[in-house]
């Protein structure tokens, strides 16, 4: 059988999984701090310490493969103007890149991965970006969540005390 899910009903359906957002920050070749919003982080390893992003040919594209490294900043609640601003709609009331050990971030993340980049692999129209995490912060704060191509409260509220089937010092996520 030779099937394809139609562009829109996979869009649809990918949607329909509630993710957070993070802006990804790279330098450019000609040290010019970059970035842009991205809900494809995901937490990949413990063994080291290891995420990925999956992102389209762009300007942080070409930082990140110029320079070999990369941050994730989770983003808060209260600072979607910089994550449309980092999506390509420019707002005067976006947080701007600062510099913090070696690494550009955004400085209300609620929680800070710095990365070198250990492996690229190409999918289709996108790149994985697999870094190793060489250190992370985070803080308290409500996080920022993204659904049915919505920006939503992310307020984490827990449905029940739950018992979670996974050996904690092993699971990534
Ligand atoms: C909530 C949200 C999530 C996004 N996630 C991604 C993503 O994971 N990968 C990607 O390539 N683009 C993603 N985008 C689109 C980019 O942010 C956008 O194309 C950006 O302008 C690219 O910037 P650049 O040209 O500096 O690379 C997302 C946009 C939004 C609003």
């Known amino acids: 059988m030779n099937m394809r899910a139609d562009?829109?009903?996979f869009r649809s359906a990918a949607a329909r999984f509630l993710t957070g957002v993070t802006v990804v920050a790279s330098r450019s070749r000609d040290g010019e701090r970059v970035g842009m919003t991205a809900n494809s982080f995901t937490s990949v390893s413990m063994k080291p310490p290891t995420v990925l992003v999956s992102l389209m040919r762009g300007r942080t594209w070409q930082a990140i493969m110029d320079c070999g490294c990369y941050s994730v900043n989770v983003m808060h609640a209260e600072d979607v103007a910089s994550c449309v601003h980092f999506a390509g709609k420019p707002q005067g009331n976006a947080a701007a890149l600062i510099e913090m050990d070696g690494f550009p971030v955004l400085p209300h993340a609620i929680a800070r991965f710095a990365c070198d980049v250990v492996r690229t692999i190409d999918v289709a129209d996108h790149t994985l970006f697999i870094g190793e995490v060489r250190w992370c912060r985070h803080?308290?704060?409500?996080?920022?969540g993204f659904f049915s191509n919505q920006f939503r409260h992310g307020t984490g509220a827990a449905i029940a005390p739950t018992e979670i089937p996974y050996p904690p010092d092993e699971w990534a996520i």
């Not at 803080?139 to 920022?144: A, I, R, V």
């Open 7 to 9: 562009p829109s009903g």
């Open 139 to 144: 803080q308290d704060g409500s996080p920022l």
